[in-house]
T-cell receptor, first 109, second 112 residues
């Protein structure tokens, strides 16, 4: 089983839609979790950290389920500018970060 | 937000040349990383450093080498470039391991 698994998509949604991504991980000892966003041919940028109690930042909500070893990202009221690849990232056993392959989101007018 | 800079932004060069990709950060971060990413593919960690004089190889084997003589500087060198080295190279830094990493703009390397 890969350390981090994501559905590659693409998720094609209309503007204003709500879309959710899940990510599963194999290392139950992971302590830190993040969602990054990467635009085409650009560097990854931190979107938000994921906390055990779940957290929200505007239209974005992240949740962590340790028992089932998955994290989720919910985007409400999708904007055209949300089109990007969303990377699930967790702390690895060697103290580095493990990046998922990413889920591609395309928001259409 | 971390200030981390990579040069050059783009490099097209012939086979056999020695190349150094520069990465500098002004945040005083001890932890620095190099990733390789092909178009549409995931990031692969190729080198990391936990501080001055510390360098480690990452998950993906790479023919490149790195050095960390100063905290702010983490250059990557290819002694003899080959077409298989064509890729995007991304440098990142963080205050502590498992903390969010902040990325530079990347270097797009194309070996002819």
């Amino acid at each position: 089983r890969k350390e981090v698994e994501q559905d590659p998509g693409p998720f094609n949604v209309p503007e204003g839609a709500t879309v959710a991504f899940n990510c599963t991980y194999s290392n139950s000892a992971s302590q830190s979790f993040f969602w990054y966003r990467q635009d085409c041919r650009k560097e990854p940028k931190l979107l938000m950290s994921v906390y055990s109690s779940g957290n929200e930042d505007g239209r974005f909500t992240a949740q962590l389920n340790r028992a089932s070893q998955y994290i989720s990202l919910l985007i409400r009221d999708s904007k055209l500018s949300d089109s990007a690849t969303y990377l699930c990232v967790l702390g690895g056993s060697q103290g580095n970060l493990i990046f998922g392959k990413g889920t591609k989101l395309s928001v259409k007018p | 937000e971390a200030d981390i800079y990579q040069t050059p932004r783009y490099l097209v060069i012939g086979t056999g040349k020695k190349i150094t990709l520069e990465c500098s950060q002004t945040m005083g971060h001890d932890k620095m990383y190099w990733y390789q990413q092909d178009p549409g593919m995931e990031l692969h960690l190729i080198h990391y450093s936990y501080g001055v004089n510390s360098t480690e190889k990452g998950d993906l084997s790479s023919e490149s080498t790195v050095s960390r003589i100063r905290t702010e500087h983490f250059p990557l060198t290819l002694e003899s470039a080959r077409p298989s080295h064509t890729s995007q190279y991304l440098c990142a830094s963080s205050e502590r391991e498992t903390q969010p990493q902040h990325f530079g703009d990347g270097t797009r390397l194309s070996i002819l």
